[in-house]
């Protein structure tokens, strides 16, 4: 494995934890729990928001910067699996193999290289990109039942 795919790995990881439930340590010992809002790619600087920290108080926004960042801890697994929506939607909508693939490294899927549906939703736009939302709102509901 190359350098480069190595880094886009690391984004691609940072961005499925976007919108999850996380905990932060710092170098020095201090500790956040939070959703990850946003990050930084050149930096690796964060956001969470909202937070709170060990000793339980609670803050709208931090922003930590990269440097200070020791560990990063997902603690809220995905429903969403590419995979098997893919499957889901080739079947309810009746599409060929080849107009549907899965981006593991993303954890999402594409239809037709323009509409691209992750767990946080969908995105396109036209009729396609409509239906595709309402099988996909469809399905995560049929995951929230099972959990």
């Given at each position: ?97 080849d107009a549907v693939k899965v981006i593991p ?24 990109a409509e239906t595709t939302f309402e099988v ?12």
């Amino acid at each position: 494995m190359s350098v480069l795919d190595a880094t886009r790995r690391f984004i691609s990881t940072l961005q499925s934890m976007l919108d999850k439930k996380v905990s932060v340590i710092l170098v020095d010992g201090k500790a956040y729990k939070g959703t990850l809002h946003a990050f930084e790619q050149s930096s690796l600087s964060i956001v969470l928001s909202p937070a709170t920290d060990i000793q339980g108080r609670s803050f709208q926004k931090i922003v930590i910067r990269g440097d200070r960042v020791s560990e990063i801890m997902l603690e809220e697994e995905s429903i969403f699996n590419p995979e098997e929506f893919a499957e889901y939607i080739k079947k309810r909508l009746n599409l060929r193999d080849d107009a549907v693939k899965v981006i593991p490294e993303a954890n999402a899927v594409q239809i037709l290289n323009r509409i691209l549906i992750r767990e946080t939703g969908v995105e396109g736009t036209g009729p396609l990109a409509e239906t595709t939302f309402e099988v996909f709102q469809e399905y995560m509901e049929k995951k929230r039942k099972r959990e």
